[in-house]
């Protein structure tokens, strides 16, 4: 039973141009929403988060969007660095925004090419 | 470094035998969390402890599985009789209280042969 889906295994994108990363989730009981980067032989890096009483949420390069009724949350990246280049995952949480246990998708590996 | 560290970094095994990996949190953290990662998934989540009390265990975390964090600070999580689908990258993280945000540490990889 996979709460959160990423559908998308990977994501190739030219540098300059704009990331979208996708994220699908079914428990509505979900009050909180974390994307983390993870490059190879490191553990996860926090990188931006969104409340379910939000829509979006932005940090410099980086755009969380929330749509509740679909149950689905994007991650944009603009303009996208090759220094971007990770597996990026998505996270959710419950109740009262408990961040510290999460569940995970599976996540995307995103590539930026020169 | 006063991030989240993990010990060993790499751990190869023969099944059978039984392995501990130990995790620091952030000093003034008092909720310490494990989660397993397998190939081309997430990590799961498997057992957490706000100080030293152990407050929820996943069913992923069988009976060869025992954590520990006896006073509060570092923890242990140790793996009896290790199989080969226990092979895993292994990870830790710490927040301060349910809201705090979770820093992961960069996880041991158990490899079991």
């Known amino acids: 039973d996979q709460q959160v889906k990423q559908n998308s295994p990977s994501l190739s994108v030219q540098e300059g141009r704009i990331s979208i990363l996708n994220c699908d989730y079914t428990?509505?009981?979900?009050?909180?929403f974390l994307w983390y980067k993870k490059y190879p032989a490191e553990g996860p890096t926090f990188l931006i988060s969104?409340?379910?009483?939000?829509d979006k949420n932005e940090d410099g390069r980086f755009t969380v969007f929330l749509n509740k009724s679909a149950k689905h949350l994007s991650l944009h990246i603009v303009p996208s660095q090759p220094g971007d280049s990770a597996v990026y995952f998505c996270?959710?949480?419950?109740?009262?925004?408990?961040?510290?246990?999460?569940?995970f998708g599976q996540g995307t590996t995103l590539q930026v090419k020169p | 470094d006063t991030g989240v560290s993990q010990n060993p970094r790499h751990k190869i095994t023969k099944r059978g035998q039984n392995v501990t990996f130990r995790c620091d949190p952030i000093?003034?953290?008092?909720?310490l969390y494990w989660y397993r990662q397998t190939l081309g998934q997430g990590p799961e989540f498997l057992t957490y402890f706000q100080n030293e009390a152990q407050l929820e265990k996943s069913r992923l975390l069988s009976d060869r599985f025992s954590a520990e964090r006896p006073k509060g600070s570092f923890s242990t999580l140790e793996i009896q009789r290790t199989e080969q689908g226990d092979s895993a990258m292994y990870l830790c993280?710490?927040?301060?209280?349910?809201?705090?945000?979770?820093?992961f540490g960069q996880g041991t990889r158990l490899t079991v042969v």
């Open positions: 996270a959710a949480s419950a109740g009262s925004g408990n961040t510290g246990k999460l569940i």
């Open positions: 428990n509505s009981m979900f009050d909180y």
């Open positions: 000093s003034e953290h008092n909720r």
């Open positions: 969104i409340s379910s009483i939000k």
């Open positions: 993280a710490s927040s301060l209280g349910a809201q705090g945000l979770a820093f």
